[in-house]
């Protein structure tokens, strides 16, 4: 797709955006979130702040997923995302999992291994502020969705508002930016510095341009979607879509759901 054709979806963007686009309420998770767990605050988390899975819904990781999504989501990720969580049947036994291989650990393991996270997120955050995103995507306790987020929400005018790796390398494609795999956190910041530099996009923050790389990704053609689901619905009764976390699955559903009632409401 040509620079033009980009600017022209991207005018349609501003002139019709999706209904789901809320910067005010973007705004506002984002100060919320990051005035709950300032700076002080994160190098003073303790476990039980942290944690998913332990029956608080107040804590750094739930918040971070369910809570404040800030057009930024990371939902649908397995908890090994975080390094260290716990969910209701181990809780009570005050029992964690560790890590990918998931290993279950005890309360004193898991405080010892969480001074891990807290230094990665204390590192994430002060590696963002001096622009050293190789050093961010080198950084192995955390996943690459959990710790694009940190920044996100941290250190404004970085990255863009994607989190997904394999949607960054489509983007990065399509504004003739070189994607390196084993570093998709940088690769995002250079897309973002790339897209900035284009003029039309220069007042455009990190929310409103990850928001328009997903409205082209996910609104090429939505006659045609919807065309596709109701076909398959009317033949099938049930439709199970299959694909890694961050391609639009519930996005796509969502925006078929709004304009299959959208014309019920006509009628």
Request: hydrophobic share 35%.
């Amino acid at each position: 797709m040509k620079i033009n054709n980009i600017i022209e979806k991207a005018k349609e963007f501003e002139r019709n955006p999706p209904h789901l686009y809320n910067p005010e309420k973007t705004k506002k998770e984002i100060e919320e979130f990051t005035t709950k767990f300032n700076y002080e605050k994160i190098k003073n988390l303790n476990l039980e702040e942290y944690v998913l899975g332990n029956n608080n819904k107040d804590t750094f990781s739930y918040l971070l997923e369910f809570k404040y999504i800030a057009g930024a989501n990371i939902k649908g990720n397995p908890s090994k995302k975080f390094y260290i969580f716990t969910n209701s049947m181990l809780f009570p036994k005050q029992m964690y999992k560790l890590g990918t291989k998931m290993t279950e650990i005890t309360k004193n393991q898991a405080e010892i291994e969480f001074e891990k996270v807290r230094d990665t997120i204390i590192k994430i955050l002060d590696y963002s502020k001096e622009g050293n995103f190789i050093a961010v995507d080198e950084l192995e306790i955390l996943s690459s969705m959990v710790k694009s987020k940190i920044i996100y929400m941290y250190v404004p005018g970085k990255i863009t508002s994607v989190m997904s790796p394999e949607r960054i390398r489509k983007a990065c494609n399509l504004f003739d930016v070189e994607f390196d795999p084993k570093h998709p956190i940088y690769s995002n910041h250079e897309l973002f510095k790339k897209i900035k530099s284009i003029e039309f996009f220069n007042s455009w923050d990190s929310y409103k341009i990850g928001s328009f790389l997903s409205y082209l990704y996910d609104t090429p053609e939505p006659t045609l979607l919807s065309n596709n689901f109701s076909g398959l619905l009317e033949s099938k009764k049930q439709i199970i879509l299959y694909g890694p976390p961050g391609t639009g699955k519930t996005f796509k559903t969502k925006q078929y759901a709004t304009e299959f009632l959208a014309g019920e409401l006509n009628e």
